[in-house]
């Protein structure tokens, strides 16, 4: 659906009809979620958006509201930070950071953290540029007082990284660092997809000078490689590249998908990471298995 940036009279809703509206509307929720269309979110909600019939848009006053069986209309009036609200190839529609605040706040803590991980991912590689810049999207938060889902989009905000390159560095990143209470381990300093420069000799071997390291810890130089389903067909190819971050000083661990997706093996991959990375197995919040299961059952099952 298209909400023209010029005020029309006759605005089409996602079941045809027609709407005569001369009003002041922009797509939003799922229904810009849907419009801007980033690589991993619509990946990750996909069966979300595709079930979605239901048009959702915003508007800023009374005076504007309108009733259509295809259309929600959401009503805000309260004032938006910079960049709120933009037009987009000559359609009305919430920014990503509004968009933010607009799902979080009909999600709980964990689906939250996920879709800022999701939302600061890269588009095409870690060579791309992220959709959503993190500083940016902190920023419009912080200055968002009064509106709904902003405390809980504060909280988020203390677990969410720029440059994701895949859904499953987000999911190990979450394990790794959520809080004890949120389901996770309490492991501080990794990043995404750290970029390691090679030596001239190993440059040479693999004929390239750069590696990216899927989740990293740079200062302890421990590396996480996640080995998805394209892995199969790259072994040689991935032995190299692990043989030469060991040669530049890492501790390269992989990990599989049947690690993540079967709970007693995520277990005990986390127990292990605990131990390398020095940090005290204890576990003394009832929140823990809760969260921890909610978080596991959060994993894309297609």
């Given at each position: 659906?298209?909400?023209?940036?010029?005020?029309?009279?006759?605005?089409?809703?996602?079941?045809?009809?027609?709407?005569?509206?001369?009003?002041?509307?922009?797509?939003?929720?799922?229904?810009?979620?849907?419009?801007?269309?980033?690589?991993?979110?619509?990946?990750?909600?996909?069966?979300?958006?595709?079930?979605?019939?239901?048009?959702?848009?915003?508007?800023?006053?009374?005076?504007?509201?309108?009733?259509?069986?295809?259309?929600?209309?959401?009503?805000?009036?309260?004032?938006?930070?910079?960049?709120?609200?933009?037009?987009?190839?000559?359609?009305?529609?919430?920014?990503?950071?509004?968009?933010?605040?607009?799902?979080?706040?009909?999600?709980?803590?964990?689906?939250?953290?996920?879709?800022?991980?999701?939302?600061?991912?890269?588009?095409?590689?870690?060579?791309?540029?992220?959709?959503?810049?993190?500083?940016?999207?902190?920023?419009?938060?912080?200055?968002?007082?009064?509106?709904?889902?902003?405390?809980?989009?504060?909280?988020?905000?203390?677990?969410?990284?720029n440059g994701a390159c895949s859904i499953m560095e987000i999911?190990?990143?979450?394990?790794?660092?959520?809080?004890?209470?949120?389901?996770?381990?309490?492991?501080?300093?990794?990043?995404?997809?750290?970029?390691?420069?090679?030596?001239?000799?190993?440059?040479?071997?693999?004929?390239?000078?750069?590696?990216?390291?899927?989740?990293?810890?740079?200062?302890?130089?421990?590396?996480?490689?996640?080995?998805?389903?394209?892995?199969?067909?790259?072994?040689?190819?991935?032995?190299?590249?692990?043989?030469?971050?060991?040669?530049?000083?890492?501790?390269?661990?992989?990990?599989?998908?049947?690690?993540?997706?079967?709970?007693?093996?995520?277990?005990?991959?986390?127990?292990?990471?605990?131990?390398?990375?020095?940090?005290?197995?204890?576990?003394?919040?009832?929140?823990y298995e809760k969260n921890f299961h909610k978080l596991w059952?959060?994993?894309?099952?297609?």
């Amino acid at each position: 659906m298209a909400i023209l940036s010029k005020k029309s009279k006759n605005v089409k809703s996602k079941n045809q009809n027609i709407v005569h509206v001369d009003k002041d509307v922009y797509l939003s929720h799922f229904s810009a979620l849907k419009y801007w269309n980033f690589p991993l979110v619509s990946q990750y909600y996909k069966n979300i958006i595709d079930s979605n019939k239901m048009c959702e848009v915003l508007i800023r006053s009374r005076k504007d509201y309108f009733i259509d069986n295809g259309i929600k209309v959401y009503l805000n009036q309260m004032h938006f930070p910079e960049n709120g609200l933009t037009i987009r190839n000559n359609t009305k529609i919430v920014s990503p950071y509004l968009l933010f605040l607009q799902i979080s706040e009909k999600m709980d803590i964990l689906e939250t953290i996920l879709l800022g991980n999701l939302l600061c991912s890269k588009s095409d590689g870690p060579f791309s540029q992220e959709c959503v810049d993190y500083f940016k999207l902190k920023t419009f938060v912080k200055e968002a007082k009064g509106h709904k889902g902003r405390q809980k989009a504060l909280r988020a905000l203390k677990y969410i990284k720029n440059g994701a390159c895949s859904i499953m560095e987000i999911f190990v990143h979450m394990f790794f660092r959520l809080p004890v209470m949120l389901g996770g381990r309490a492991i501080e300093g990794g990043c995404f997809n750290y970029q390691v420069v090679l030596t001239k000799e190993l440059a040479k071997a693999l004929n390239k000078e750069i590696l990216f390291i899927d989740y990293c810890f740079p200062d302890k130089k421990i590396a996480y490689e996640y080995l998805g389903n394209y892995h199969n067909q790259s072994v040689d190819q991935d032995s190299k590249r692990n043989l030469a971050l060991k040669r530049m000083g890492y501790d390269v661990i992989t990990i599989s998908k049947s690690q993540l997706y079967d709970k007693n093996n995520l277990q005990q991959l986390l127990l292990h990471v605990q131990k390398l990375h020095k940090k005290r197995n204890y576990i003394r919040t009832k929140e823990y298995e809760k969260n921890f299961h909610k978080l596991w059952l959060l994993l894309p099952r297609n």
